[in-house]
């Protein structure tokens, strides 16, 4: 209904908004303390403790609730691959596209897993156990084969160096609100560069979860079964 969406509409907006003001607090202290390097340092830190509470957050932000469901279903078939249940948390989301992924800092990371995958959600193609173990497996061959901790310190990197960039633009700075905002105007452009750069490098990492999942002995017909379904989510 239309209010129930300007209400998550509105929780979003002012969740995201309280981070992005803690953000830039903290910035703006660093860069008069520290000047620019002192601002980079604190760039980094504000993306490793949003990088810690990124589960946190996503159920603040987006209004997610966590789901009693488990991932008991598909251990015989994960076990059967020789793979091993992670850590997981289901959550509930009134987005049909809404995938889950890896929250967390790597080596502590928590799969997320969306609740309609478990259970089958009118109007859409039912998911077999064995297709959403499926997912699992390939999910975990992410991070087994270090796909996702590559990516995790390529963003870090990318970031950090896209910020100090931005910090010396005309006008930009980060000692004063007005030269932190042509700061993050500079940064915004080199976000975008990102979009356009970067699946190049994250697009090798969908393939080695199709790649770990072949060599624990789930079919190639299992996986394009799977992907196709998705699909029409």
Do not use: K
Request: include cysteine; charge should be positive.
């Amino acid at each position: 209904t239309l209010p129930r969406f300007i209400a998550q509409w509105l929780r979003g907006v002012l969740g995201q908004s309280l981070v992005l003001l803690a953000a830039g607090l903290t910035l703006l202290a660093a860069g008069r303390a520290g000047g620019r390097w002192g601002a980079v340092l604190a760039a980094l830190l504000v993306m490793v403790v949003l990088l810690a509470a990124q589960g946190w957050l996503a159920r603040l932000i987006g209004g997610l609730r966590t789901d009693a469901n488990s991932l008991t279903p598909y251990e015989p078939w994960l076990a059967r691959w020789g793979v091993t249940v992670p850590s997981a948390t289901v959550l509930e989301s009134s987005d049909p596209a809404f995938a889950g992924g890896f929250v967390g800092w790597p080596g502590r990371e928590r799969l997320v897993l969306p609740a309609c995958w478990i259970r089958h959600t009118v109007g859409l193609p039912a998911l077999t156990d064995e297709a959403v173990a499926t997912q699992i497996a390939r999910r975990i061959g992410v991070v087994e084969r270090g796909s996702r901790q590559r990516g995790v310190w390529l963003a870090l990197l990318w970031n950090g160096a896209g910020f100090a960039l931005a910090t010396t633009l005309p006008g930009a700075g980060v000692t004063t609100s007005g030269e932190l905002l042509m700061t993050a105007c500079g940064f915004t452009l080199w976000s975008f560069l990102g979009l356009l750069t970067l699946p190049s490098f994250s697009r090798p990492g969908v393939f080695e979860g199709d790649w770990f999942a072949a060599q624990h002995g789930i079919s190639r017909a299992t996986l394009e079964h799977t992907a196709a379904t998705l699909d029409q989510w």
